[in-house]
């Protein structure tokens, strides 16, 4: 008799087998990352059927392989359907489940993992759509936190509170509309800048000789404070939010923070690019 066992478990990824089986890739809370054959599941009356689409929670019923398990039973616990019904949500929940997939470990517990990830696609599905500029801000900006998030889980978030360099925490200013830090990717945050600092070029701190590192791009006070707000548990004031084009520039700066310290593309970016120019939002 074939040895099984249960877990709980989202479809992140999934891919044809054989002629009628489906190759699924599972987060789950209890073994971390599995891969597991959904058997006939590709005939029109499998009674598997959508439990085995992309972002669905399933009790799952495994049986052990010599090669690969397979799904025996699946209980669907929650679908989020309503990701498949907007480009922009798709895309932002495919561009998580990406970064999951590089994070999340086989053969170990992932459960704050898996949690995680849940909350922040249940967020994303929960956004009432609408066609307007507050509501694409919303869906960037809740990306951006759901990004933010997991890499803290990882232990790798930049900081974005205190200077990379000196330590000193960074406020804001508001009053000065040319006031500007640095963001470094290679030192892992925010720089406070001075008389030492030379565009697009180095940054060497006159208390610390020994500290020197490229600063790649320029934060105003507004995109600090968004930066700033991504640690916390939910987005504050986001119904007065108006800067599209802020809340793109900290997701994109994610993206290349996040492809430079996990040292691999995020693919799925491209559809939050193509998202964007679709819906063609200018500041």
């Known amino acids: 008799m074939a040895i099984?066992?249960?877990?709980?478990?989202?479809?992140?990824?999934?891919?044809?087998l054989g002629e009628s089986d489906r190759l699924l890739t599972i987060l789950t809370?209890?073994?971390g990352l599995i891969r597991v054959v959904a058997p006939g599941v590709r005939k029109q009356k499998s009674k598997l059927g959508g439990r085995t689409e992309l972002f669905v929670v399933n009790q799952l019923l495994?049986?052990?392989?010599?090669?690969?398990?397979?799904?025996?039973?699946?209980?669907?616990?929650v679908s989020y359907t309503g990701l498949s019904q907007n480009l922009g949500k798709l895309a932002a929940g495919q561009y998580l489940a990406e970064l999951v997939l590089h994070q999340a470990l086989s053969e170990h517990p992932q459960t704050e993992l898996f949690y995680?990830?849940?909350?922040?696609?249940?967020?994303?599905?929960?956004?009432?759509?609408?066609?307007?500029?507050?509501?694409?801000?919303?869906?960037?900006?809740?990306?951006?936190?759901g990004i933010y998030h997991l890499l803290a889980i990882e232990?790798?978030?930049?900081?974005?509170?205190?200077?990379?360099?000196?330590?000193?925490?960074?406020?804001?200013?508001?009053?000065?509309?040319?006031?500007?830090?640095?963001?470094?990717?290679?030192?892992?945050?925010?720089?406070?800048?001075d008389d030492t600092y030379v565009v697009q070029s180095s940054y060497q701190n006159l208390s610390n000789p020994n500290f020197s590192t490229k600063i790649n791009t320029l934060l105003n006070a507004n995109q600090l404070s968004l930066l700033q707000q991504l640690p916390q548990p939910e987005l504050q004031a986001l119904a007065k939010l108006t800067s599209h084009q802020d809340?793109?520039?900290?997701?994109?700066?994610?993206?290349?923070?996040?492809?430079?310290?996990?040292?691999?593309?995020?693919?799925?970016?491209?559809?939050?690019?193509?998202?964007?120019?679709s819906i063609a939002i200018h500041p």
């Open 4 to 16: 099984t066992y249960k877990a709980t478990g989202i479809n992140l990824k999934a891919m044809p």
């Open 29 to 31: 809370p209890e073994y």
């Open 62 to 77: 495994i049986s052990k392989g010599r090669s690969l398990d397979r799904i025996n039973q699946a209980e669907t616990i």
């Open 116 to 145: 995680l990830l849940n909350e922040h696609l249940k967020r994303i599905e929960q956004l009432q759509h609408k066609t307007d500029r507050l509501w694409h801000t919303q869906l960037i900006a809740f990306l951006a936190h």
């Open 155 to 193: 232990g790798i978030a930049p900081q974005v509170q205190m200077c990379c360099a000196t330590g000193y925490e960074l406020q804001p200013n508001f009053n000065k509309s040319d006031w500007q830090v640095g963001f470094s990717i290679d030192a892992g945050g925010i720089i406070k800048l």
């Open 247 to 277: 809340w793109v520039k900290v997701e994109q700066l994610l993206r290349k923070y996040t492809q430079y310290h996990l040292a691999y593309p995020i693919r799925s970016a491209e559809l939050i690019d193509t998202y964007l120019e």
